[in-house]
């Protein structure tokens, strides 16, 4: 059990942590959470002991073990898996004295306690773990110098989870994931034996990993029974409670007040007066609930082009003239939501790079419409930024001719205040600088968006924000990211990336989901689309003929709800049941019926109009 008792702790006199108290129990899997700068990464720093503590206490079982991914692996010459297996220091030093060891009695206590650590099934699931983070067989075997940085750091979350501590702590663990190492990370957490604790604003893994949100608010800790999406319903309704009592609160001071105004100066209520002012005195305040900061992107809105905007003719796209990605035939409109799906490796980056113009066909044809502007932004993009200057400064140098409140304005509708505005980039936060990235991404109004894993750094209020500013966005969006949640709010359609092939992929993200974590292979012979029986995309006057008949037929159904509405109406007045009256009930009720049957055929022929533009707009 991990054990938070009124805990204290500032950072430069600005408290964190103030009294804060909460209890993990044993075998838990919870999720921290809380606004950027709010505490939770000192939060584990304390937790592991690197900070010391001001006030009340910290406490776990006793030789209880903390593990977390605190750094990336260095770049040696040890081998993935041999990194891994380091990692079980209790495993690896009693080999060590297996080796050594000439006493009887001491090799015979040794062997028992390797299998009671089952140090022989080891290299298996090391194996096992490092191949749900992306890493196949011939790679584990590959030394840790030929991996790049982000790369090395899944090696040290393969260590970690591998090692197995009694309290895992995990900060930000699918920021360099990909969407299959997530999905394979939130079901491994889901199983894990011991106590886990998550900074994340991974929706998904919020969801399905975990089965409780400690809170980290106000400089205090609240835990919350629950998955993400419980705990999001549970605070909306405290808020609105909150809130309700702190209105009912300010109109029952103002009247008390108002009656004090009127009559203090008047000897006779002089005492009534004097007692609604102690009343006002012993009122304990009820504080409306913080309103958050809206966070918001606003994307400005291209004019529209003709269709498609973009057009791929067998071609094939590579580096140093070998083709990483053949035969592509794709099209793309202005109202596409594209998300790519495939493991890393299997070239969604270089897809991306050859849309947005950064990588040129090896061969074949890519039509682009004349006036296309394409915004990119991807994670590397924000090692690009020139750190001594401020956000202010890199738009002036990309808008020479736009005034400083101009710019300003910009910057504040990516939520970039003037504070941050004359910061430098380097002192700013992750989460800053990709709102600056991609505030960069779209300042010239591009008909096409292209986001690699744009989450990353984002809390949760901005992922949101991203996703309603994507939903009004008027251009095509290309969209790699291992946050389903985003995937799943964005995209309308899916392309595939496996085996040098981009194929569109039929089922949904849960399906995908679900095809990943399967160990069977037939899922995934079932649901990969084969080339042969694709059918050729409607043109674009096709579908929106298919447009333009579902919206008549749901007009049509709408007005004759409305008839059948008043001739209900009619039928209801008892006056029309009158004897003298009788003739004409029945030719109301005659046409009330026509209206039914008519308002079932139109409701058939919008259902029918409706699959068929959902067929045509997969």
């Known amino acids: 059990m991990l054990r938070i008792d009124n805990i204290s702790y500032s950072v430069e006199g600005r408290p964190l942590l103030d009294g804060a108290s909460a209890v993990i129990p044993t075998g838990h899997k919870v999720g921290l959470i809380g606004r950027n700068g709010s505490g939770k990464t000192t939060l584990f720093r304390l937790i592991r002991g690197e900070l010391v503590l001001e006030g009340g206490s910290i406490s776990l079982p006793s030789r209880s073990r903390i593990g977390g991914v605190a750094q990336e692996v260095p770049a040696s010459a040890t081998s993935l898996i041999d990194t891994v297996l380091a990692a079980d220091t209790e495993r690896a030093a009693l080999l060590d004295e297996a080796e050594k060891t000439t006493d009887p009695t001491r090799i015979a206590e040794v062997q028992t306690r390797l299998a009671d650590i089952d140090a022989w099934s080891a290299p298996a699931r090391a194996a096992s ?22 790369w090395r750091m899944r090696v040290a979350l393969a260590a970690v989870l591998f090692s197995q501590p009694d309290l895992l702590l995990l900060d930000e663990p699918t920021n360099y994931l990909d969407l299959e190492g997530a999905v394979w990370l939130e ?52 808020r609105a409670v909150q809130a309700a009592q702190a209105k009912k609160q300010d109109l029952r001071r103002a009247h008390l007040q108002s009656f004090v105004d009127r009559f203090k100066a008047k000897a006779s209520k002089a005492k009534q007066a004097q007692s609604r002012v102690k009343m006002l005195e012993k009122m304990t305040p009820i504080a409306a609930p913080e309103e958050m900061a809206r966070r918001v992107f606003s994307f ?31 099209r793309i409109d202005q109202d596409d939501r594209i998300a790519l799906l495939g493991k890393n490796g299997q070239g969604k980056s270089t897809l991306a790079k050859l849309l947005s113009g950064r990588l040129t066909a090896l061969s074949g044809r890519m039509i682009t419409s004349n006036k296309l502007r394409i915004g990119y932004f991807a994670q590397h993009q924000l090692d690009e930024l020139e750190p001594d200057e401020t956000p202010l400064q890199h738009l002036q140098r990309a808008r020479r001719e736009e005034g400083q409140a101009r710019l300003r304005a910009r910057l504040a509708s990516f939520g970039l205040a003037a504070e941050q505005a004359d910061t430098q980039v380097q002192r700013l936060s ?53 946050d ?77 709800n409305e008839m059948r509405d008043r001739l209900a109406k009619k039928l209801a007045d008892p006056a029309l049941y009158d004897d003298t009256r009788g003739q004409e009930a029945d030719v109301w009720q005659k046409k009330y019926a026509e209206v039914m049957n008519a308002l079932d055929r139109a409701e058939a022929m919008w259902m029918t109009a409706l699959e068929k533009l959902d067929t045509a707009e997969a």
């Not at 191949?131 to 982000?150: A, M, N, Y």
């Not at 990483?324 to 035939?329: E, P, Q």
């Open 129 to 150: 773990i490092l191949k749900g983070l992306g890493f196949d067989d011939d790679q584990q075997i590959l030394p840790c110098s030929d991996f790049s940085g982000g």
């Open 187 to 238: 079901n491994y957490l889901a199983k894990y034996p011991h106590t886990v604790l998550i900074i994340s604003h991974d929706r998904g893994l919020l969801n399905r990993s975990v089965g409780g949100i400690l809170h980290l608010e106000d400089q205090s800790l609240t835990y919350y029974q629950g998955p993400y999406d419980q705990f999001a319903r549970q605070r909306a309704e405290q």
């Open 300 to 330: 400005p809105q291209p004019e529209e082009l003709s269709p498609p905007i973009i057009n791929l003719e067998g071609a094939e796209v590579g580096y140093d003239g070998k083709p990483v990605l053949r035969k592509l035939s794709l």
């Open 430 to 482: 992750g989460g800053q600088k990709a709102r600056l990235s991609l505030l960069l991404a779209t300042l010239d109004a591009p008909h096409m968006l292209i986001l690699d894993e744009p989450t990353n750094h984002l809390d949760m209020e901005s992922r949101e924000a991203l996703v309603e500013a994507l939903s009004t966005y008027t251009g095509a969006v290309i969209l790699i990211s291992h």
């Open 484 to 560: 389903m949640h985003l995937l799943g709010m964005v995209a309308d359609r899916l392309w595939l990336v496996k085996d040098g092939n981009v194929t569109p992929y039929e089922d949904d993200l849960e399906d995908y989901r679900r095809m990943l974590l399967s160990s069977d292979s037939k899922p995934a012979r079932e649901t990969t689309p084969k080339p042969a029986p694709v059918k050729a995309r409607p043109s674009r006057d096709a579908v929106l003929a298919l447009r333009s008949d579902a919206r008549k037929c749901e007009e049509r159904v709408t007005k004759l």
